[in-house]
């Protein structure tokens, strides 16, 4: 099934800006799935949806509250375990692809760890735990505007594979 978008809608987020643009899509495919990821809701989206889907909750996470909370509130899967760092490099974000395999690492090799149900005070203790990941997050937050911009153009120009634009919307 493909996601229909309004055209719209969508002429108006462009005329925004890039978050506004990308954002008329992440709704639609949250919409799509039920507003959270859930098994019986995967195969809703493609591979580049989930994609852009992924780069959202990534996005959201880190600047919530970092790889810790990322992989606390049970992202570490759909982020570490799917092809996201391999379609980054594909919409041409390189440096942000070699940090997601970079944070993998970490990932895999502290998984049990990382994922086991904590405390509010061992949730924070993490984060002392695992300050490998601190270079990641503040490089992330400088290179954020760019990855967006990049990701926007990459959908823009690509735009059937991650949505079937609608006028009649």
């Known amino acids: 099934m493909s996601i229909q ?3 719209s809608r969508l002429i108006q987020a462009a005329q925004t800006d890039n978050d506004a643009f990308l954002d008329v899509f992440i709704q639609a495919y949250l ?3 039920g507003q959270e990821l859930q098994a019986d809701k995967m195969d ?3 591979g580049m949806q989930h994609s852009l889907l992924a780069y ?5 996470e880190i600047g919530q509250g970092g790889f810790i909370q990322l992989i606390q509130n049970g992202y570490g899967p759909y982020i570490f375990l799917n092809p996201f760092a391999k379609a980054l490099r594909q919409f041409g974000l390189v440096e942000l692809s070699k ?3 970079k944070g993998r690492e970490v990932y895999e090799a502290n ?3 990382l994922e086991k149900e904590t405390t509010d005070e061992d949730f924070h203790a993490m984060y002392e735990q695992y300050e490998v990941f601190d270079e ?3 490089r992330f937050f400088e290179i954020e505007e760019e990855c967006t911009n990049l990701l926007a153009r990459y959908v823009d120009e690509h735009i059937e594979e991650f949505g079937e ?3 009649d919307l």
């Open 5 to 7: 978008i309004p055209e």
């Open 31 to 33: 919409e799509e799935i």
């Open 44 to 46: 809703a989206l493609n």
């Open 56 to 60: 959202h909750f990534f996005r959201t």
């Open 99 to 101: 940090m997601v395999y």
């Open 111 to 113: 998984r049990t760890d």
């Open 136 to 138: 990641m997050e503040e």
């Open 165 to 167: 634009v609608r006028s």
